[in-house]
Structure formats: C-alpha cells, structure tokens
Nanobody
Framework: QVQLVESGGGLVQPGGSLRLSCAAS????????MGWYRQASGKERRYVAS?????GYANSVKGRFTISRDNAKNTVYLQMNSLAPEDTAVYYC???????????WGQGTQVTVSS
C-alpha cells in the first residue's frame, strides 16, 4: 500500500520561506515523477511543480519555488521563498510510478501566508 507522508507546512509572514517534504513508501515499482499541487479555499486543485525526466513549474511560482528530489529516500521537497498571501493553500504531494496506472496523493499540508 502506497503511503505519502507530507510535512513542513505552517504559518509564515509575507516574504518568508517554507520547505515542504513528502516521503513515499509501499510500492514495488520505481518512481516516475513526483510533484506538488495546491488547493486554496473554495478553488480547484492546481499544479505547482513536478520533477521526473524533466522539471516544471507553474508560472505563478517560477523563480520563487524550487522542487528537488532525493531518490535514495523516495522524497520530494518544495522550497518556497518570497511567499505571498496568494500562496496560501493546502499543498498536496503527488507521485506516479512506472508500471502503475494509478497516481497517489498525500494527505495535504496547510500553508498560510499572513502578517
């Protein structure tokens, strides 16, 4: 059973930084890609960043957020700098595996940017 454990959310002032982590376990397959999505209150879940064969970012976070991955630990990180109130959302980790049609989601971690 695949499990994704997220950590690192919290309350931060505008201009501040946070680092999210997501550790994946339980699959017999190798990881194809890992990523982050976010969902603000009352809005749809939206893509933030992903890392696999290539690395990608939503336009709204380019230059401020950095995604990285530790393959030995099956862990993906999201370094978030210059945070703004519009970054406030629940952030979800997403993982896809080779030879597995499913995609898996973490439980979500709240990020609140407020003074």
């Amino acid at each position: 059973q695949v499990q994704l454990v997220e950590s690192g959310g919290g309350l931060v002032q505008p201009g501040g930084s946070l680092r999210l982590s997501c550790a994946a376990s339980g699959s017999i397959f190798s990881i194809y890609a890992m990523g982050w999505y976010r969902q603000a209150s009352g809005k749809e879940r939206r893509y933030v960043a992903s890392i696999g064969d290539t690395t990608g970012y939503a336009n709204s976070v380019k230059g401020r957020f950095t995604i990285s991955r530790d393959n030995a630990k099956n862990t993906v990180y999201l370094q978030m700098n210059s945070l703004a109130p519009e970054d406030t959302a629940v952030y979800y980790c997403n993982v896809r595996y080779y030879n597995d049609r499913n995609e898996y989601w973490g439980q979500g971690t709240q990020v609140t940017v407020s003074s």
